[in-house]
């Protein structure tokens, strides 16, 4: 017996030493990284959730499957939004808010670490933090169906529950931040033109309040129309009575008292009718120079009030757009606890590096055998 124990050992040996090589390229690394992921690393828990970006407007042509079903749920998904609250959350924001938050450094120290695969900072800098966070968070947008997948992993399965949900509820923090901020550039530009349409529109009925106190009449256009018909009435009664002095001068008298009152009734008429002609479009406040001030003014304070009219419309256009434009977060899938350590891949790494390893082996075997042969 002691025989045959003998003689396998030192067959043993025999075959170590004739692939020393081997042993120390292939076998002795992929013990140690059995050996430390069977023995050493500690198992990690994976939480998961699954959400989309949409809008509140609607496409005319929804996508068929889960994207269909989602377009009914509520408005169109946005990609271009998704990615860019994708990037939020692996962002040094995000990490940053998750560490003033919940503690994130603490949580990725617990005792149950592992040396290796721990955070070796008690206080990492945020570079540190976001570099380490980020090989234990992963966030992926399906460019076919909008929904992003956030996969989170810890040293304990609440810790990974927490960490997750706290990334969700920034994730929506940063969409109603967006929405915000883009309702707010989407207006902007609207309520400019709206205060200058108001501004313009005052200075008008400002010059228009002006003109009345300096001329001492409310409204030029009917005081026009009133002295006009005045001037008409006059030059009508001056017709009669020229018609009435024609006729008594036919039959009466130079002298006599009728034709002379009736001489200087005309001659009263005619002053005043010139008298009233000339207030119309001469001298100094002429009616006919007011009107053309005053429809001046009122011109522009019409065209005051349709620019504003415009700057008020698009205005409410630019309003409306931008909450159709505003985005919101559904969840697709809420985030579990999980109850199975899925991480690390023990099997699948070992048997990675073994394969690699004996691949890297095989080809410095090949490139020393043709060495050998080239010498020889």
Same mark, same amino acid.
């Given at each position: 017996?002691?025989?045959?124990?003998?003689?396998?050992?030192?067959?043993?040996?025999?075959?170590?030493?004739?692939?020393?090589?081997?042993?120390?390229?292939?076998?002795?690394?992929?013990?140690?990284?059995?050996?430390?992921?069977?023995?050493?690393?500690?198992?990690?828990?994976?939480?998961?959730?699954?959400?989309?970006?949409?809008?509140?407007?609607?496409?005319?042509?929804?996508?068929?499957?889960?994207?269909?079903?989602?377009?009914?749920?509520?408005?169109?998904?946005?990609?271009?939004?998704?990615?860019?609250?994708?990037?939020?959350?692996?962002?040094?924001?995000?990490?940053?808010?998750?560490?003033?938050?919940?503690?994130?450094?603490?949580?990725?120290?617990?005792?149950?670490?592992?040396?290796?695969?721990?955070?070796?900072?008690?206080?990492?800098?945020?570079?540190?933090?976001?570099?380490?966070?980020?090989?234990?968070?992963? $966030?992926?947008?399906?460019?076919?169906?909008?929904?992003?997948?956030?996969?989170?992993?810890?040293?304990?399965?609440?810790?990974?529950?927490?960490?997750?949900?706290?990334?969700?509820?920034?994730?929506?923090?940063?969409?109603?931040?967006?929405?915000?901020?883009?309702?707010?550039?989407?207006?902007?530009?609207?309520?400019?033109?709206?205060?200058?349409?108001?501004?313009?529109?005052?200075?008008?009925?400002?010059?228009?309040?002006?003109?009345?106190?300096?001329?001492?009449?409310?409204?030029?256009?009917?005081?026009?129309?009133?002295?006009?018909?005045? $001037?008409?009435?006059?030059?009508? @009664?001056?017709?009669?009575?020229?018609?009435?002095?024609?006729?008594?001068?036919?039959?009466?008298?130079?002298?006599?008292? @009728?034709?002379?009152?009736?001489?200087?009734?005309?001659?009263?008429?005619?002053?005043? $009718?010139?008298?009233?002609?000339?207030?119309?479009?001469?001298?100094?406040?002429?009616?006919?120079?007011?009107?053309?001030?005053?429809?001046?003014?009122?011109?522009?304070?019409?065209?005051?009030?349709?620019?504003?009219?415009?700057?008020?419309?698009?205005?409410?256009?630019?309003?409306?757009?931008?909450?159709?434009?505003?985005?919101?977060?559904?969840?697709?899938?809420?985030?579990?606890?999980?109850?199975?350590?899925?991480?690390?891949?023990?099997?699948?790494?070992?048997?990675?590096?073994?394969?690699?390893?004996?691949?890297?082996?095989?080809?410095?075997?090949?490139?020393?055998?043709?060495?050998?042969?080239?010498?020889?």
């Amino acid at each position: 017996m002691n025989n045959a124990s003998s003689t396998d050992r030192a067959g043993l040996i025999g075959w170590l030493r004739a692939h020393r090589n081997w042993c120390l390229i292939v076998l002795l690394p992929t013990v140690l990284i059995a050996a430390y992921y069977y023995l050493i690393a500690a198992d990690q828990y994976e939480s998961e959730a699954h959400f989309v970006v949409r809008t509140s407007d609607t496409q005319p042509a929804a996508p068929t499957g889960l994207g269909q079903a989602l377009t009914l749920v509520g408005g169109a998904s946005s990609e271009r939004d998704a990615l860019v609250v994708a990037d939020y959350l692996k962002s040094h924001d995000a990490v940053s808010a998750l560490q003033s938050q919940i503690g994130l450094s603490q949580r990725y120290r617990r005792p149950e670490a592992d040396i290796v695969s721990r955070l070796w900072f008690a206080n990492p800098t945020p570079e540190q933090l976001q570099k380490y966070f980020s090989s234990k968070a992963d $966030v992926d947008v399906s460019t076919d169906t909008g929904i992003t997948t956030l996969k989170v992993r810890s040293f304990r399965p609440e810790d990974s529950y927490q960490i997750i949900r706290e990334l969700l509820k920034l994730g929506e923090n940063r969409v109603n931040t967006l929405n915000h901020r883009n309702y707010a550039n989407a207006v902007a530009m609207s309520q400019q033109r709206v205060q200058e349409a108001e501004a313009s529109l005052a200075q008008v009925q400002g010059r228009i309040t002006q003109f009345r106190s300096d001329e001492r009449d409310f409204n030029p256009q009917v005081t026009g129309t009133s002295r006009t018909t005045m $001037v008409s009435d006059l030059q009508g @009664q001056l017709a009669i009575a020229r018609a009435q002095e024609s006729a008594m001068a036919a039959v009466l008298a130079p002298t006599s008292p @009728q034709l002379t009152a009736t001489r200087q009734r005309v001659a009263a008429l005619s002053r005043q $009718v010139a008298a009233e002609t000339a207030k119309l479009s001469q001298g100094p406040g002429n009616v006919a120079t007011g009107m053309g001030a005053y429809e001046g003014i009122k011109m522009r304070q019409e065209m005051a009030g349709k620019q504003l009219d415009v700057a008020y419309s698009a205005l409410q256009h630019a309003q409306d757009d931008a909450r159709r434009q505003q985005l919101f977060v559904v969840p697709v899938v809420d985030p579990n606890m999980p109850v199975r350590a899925l991480y690390p891949q023990r099997t699948k790494i070992v048997v990675t590096a073994f394969l690699a390893l004996l691949l890297i082996y095989g080809i410095g075997w090949l490139i020393a055998a043709g060495v050998r042969e080239h010498a020889a």
